[in-house]
């Protein structure tokens, strides 16, 4: 199912997320349920298959596809999306590192091969140059590569593709501005806001945005190849080149022919002593300078050039093809470690998968009896048949689309905590069911986290929820405590913080205000964990 994803539609999914947070701030979170399970009614529903369970990935990827489609319904056209604009601006670097590589390989080449009859070309500063400094680079990039194995550490500690990558966002950002000039201004800043948080949120996909400037490197290695390759044989084939070898350090022309009998090992098994200069023809293309170079054997001048085009592809093509496999199959693996559980993936499913519900009150219609233990009001949901929206009273709304969840409930909060109404709002707001409730206390203690990781296993649990009252801003400890949290559980596990307003004398679930909200989310957001989500618990 992951060859469905490109890394265009991870920009455009976190995009549309985030506009997804913007209009639940001004217009509420009913907006989005509605929107969202229209969606899978009308057009994601009557695709799947009857017979088996929906992919989450695939129910994602749909959802986005509708998206993307709506945007451009609203747009008059293609609308300007990260995706689309990243999808560009790659394309014009892949063809730009192509050209420029090829372009300076053969330049360079050309000035080194250029020969006037009167000197053979240094066969000593060729190789060092085309060779020789590319196969320092590259046993540099294996020493790096080893080095961060042991550390621990993935591309994106690479200081290079980290500037680099900082240079192509800033560009992608500033191209935004050339699109947006016919929006309408509340939606040209949403778009803004939107795209500006794009760059942080990629950090939820570890390694898989660096992935392409890696293989951009290597393009631009393979081509730089092969435009010193191609110039080398076009002069082999139109001029009568001469080479020789030269050194004011004093070797011999034994040293000299084992050296190269060494380099040549990667093809001479295979072609023969044939393509590369035996002893004599070394010892006859040396260049002494008080002795002149008239002298010289021209089959000893011309034997160079088969050892110079096949060390070039061995040491310098080669080795640059097999890294650009070897980036693909990285960006492949990175692409197949992305879970889809991060809490927006998780609330979009909730959102998709559960139906609608809404309270019908005695004055609007209701003739059934209400008893002093059942709830005020019914629900009623809506399901399709034969097109149209038809009522029916269910036993339970259908919940747990996400799977088992851990509920944290700091030690002040237990005793006020009813878990039969904690439960329901988990089911409701998230689309979780509680597998067990802990009791805590904010404090480093093995002894917890220990019963913490064996709850999670137990339960096979996706996610945890720690139960906050947003009135209290969150304070260092608390901070210090979620990432305690992290270190317990899996990097892609959500943790939720569900928040609760200013308890009454009935109920400990009361809704949150929007300034309180705001701030907890802010605070969080320095964590820099994308899988933590502050959620208000009881919603509008």
């Known amino acids: 199912m992951k060859d469905l994803w490109r890394i265009p539609d991870f920009l455009d999914l976190e995009y549309f997320f985030i506009q997804d947070n913007?209009?639940?701030?001004?217009?509420?979170?009913?907006?989005?349920?509605?929107?969202?399970?229209?969606?899978?009614?009308?057009?994601i529903a009557p695709t799947l298959d009857e017979t088996a369970d929906p992919d989450?990935?695939?129910?994602?990827?749909?959802?986005?596809?509708?998206?993307?489609?709506?945007?451009?319904?609203?747009?008059?056209?293609q609308a300007l999306l990260p995706g689309r604009m990243w999808y560009e601006l790659y394309g014009l670097f892949w063809s730009l590192f192509s050209f420029l590589a090829m372009a300076s390989g053969a330049g360079l080449a050309w000035s080194f091969l250029s020969y006037s009859g009167k000197q053979p070309v240094n066969v000593s500063l060729f190789f060092l140059v085309f060779v020789g400094l590319q196969l320092c680079f590259l046993i540099a990039l294996l020493l790096l590569w080893i080095y961060r194995r042991i550390r621990g550490f993935d591309l994106r500690s690479s200081f290079l593709l980290s500037l680099v990558n900082r240079g192509l966002s800033g560009l992608l950002f500033k191209v935004r501005k050339y699109g947006m000039n016919s929006m309408a201004s509340t939606k040209r800043a949403r778009f803004a806001a939107a795209l500006a948080a794009v760059r942080t949120r990629g950090k939820g996909y570890g390694d898989l945005f660096y992935w392409p400037l890696f293989l951009l490197f290597q393009l631009f290695g393979v081509a730089f190849n092969f435009g010193v390759l191609g110039v080398l044989l076009v002069k082999v084939a139109s001029s009568d080149l001469a080479f020789g070898w030269q050194s004011t350090i004093q070797l011999s022309s034994t040293f000299v022919a084992d050296l190269v009998r060494w380099i040549a090992l990667p093809w001479s098994w295979l072609l023969g002593s044939g393509s590369y200069p035996d002893p004599s023809q070394v010892d006859g293309s040396r260049m002494i300078l008080k002795d002149g170079f008239y002298h010289l054997v021209n089959s000893d001048l011309v034997s160079w050039w088969p050892f110079l085009c096949l060390a070039i592809c061995s040491y310098g093509l080669?080795?640059?093809?097999?890294?650009?496999?070897?980036?693909?199959?990285?960006?492949?693996?990175?692409?197949?470690?992305?879970?889809?559980?991060?809490?927006?993936?998780?609330?979009?499913?909730?959102?998709?998968?559960?139906?609608?519900?809404?309270?019908?009150?005695?004055?609007?219609?209701?003739?059934?009896?209400?008893?002093?233990?059942?709830?005020?009001?019914?629900?009623?949901?809506?399901?399709?048949?034969?097109?149209?929206?038809?009522?029916?009273?269910?036993?339970?709304?259908?919940?747990?689309v996400n799977g088992a969840l851990l509920v944290l409930v700091p030690d002040e909060l237990f005793t006020e905590c009813d878990p039969v109404e904690l439960e329901r709002y988990c089911q409701r707001t998230c689309g979780y069911l509680v597998s067990d409730i802990m009791r805590v206390e904010f404090?480093?203690?093995?002894?917890?986290?220990?019963?913490?990781?064996?709850?999670?296993?137990?339960?096979?649990?996706?996610?945890?929820?720690?139960?906050?009252?947003?009135?209290?801003?969150?304070?260092?400890?608390?901070?210090?405590?979620l990432k305690i949290l992290r270190h317990c559980c899996d990097k892609d596990m959500s943790i939720l913080v569900g928040l609760v307003g200013k308890p009454t004398s009935e109920t400990l679930f009361t809704r949150v205000t929007d300034t309180d909200l705001s701030i907890w989310r802010q605070k969080t957001v320095m964590l820099e964990d994308p899988c933590l989500q502050v959620l208000p618990l009881v919603e509008v």
């Open 22 to 43: 913007i209009l639940t701030e001004e217009e509420g979170v009913a907006v989005l349920k509605e929107r969202d399970r229209k969606l899978y009614l009308d057009a």
């Open 56 to 77: 989450r990935e695939w129910l994602i990827y749909r959802w986005l596809q509708e998206r993307r489609s709506m945007e451009n319904e609203s747009s008059g056209g």
């Open 318 to 400: 080669l080795p640059r093809i097999l890294l650009f496999i070897a980036g693909s199959v990285g960006r492949r693996r990175s692409l197949a470690r992305i879970t889809f559980r991060r809490p927006d993936h998780n609330q979009l499913l909730h959102r998709l998968l559960s139906p609608r519900l809404e309270t019908v009150t005695k004055e609007e219609g209701e003739d059934e009896a209400i008893s002093s233990g059942a709830e005020p009001a019914r629900w009623k949901q809506e399901e399709r048949r034969g097109g149209l929206d038809v009522p029916k009273r269910p036993s339970q709304p259908r919940d747990g």
């Open 443 to 481: 404090a480093e203690d093995e002894e917890f986290t220990t019963l913490l990781r064996e709850a999670l296993l137990k339960h096979n649990c996706t996610a945890l929820l720690l139960l906050q009252e947003a009135w209290q801003p969150p304070i260092h400890e608390l901070l210090r405590f």
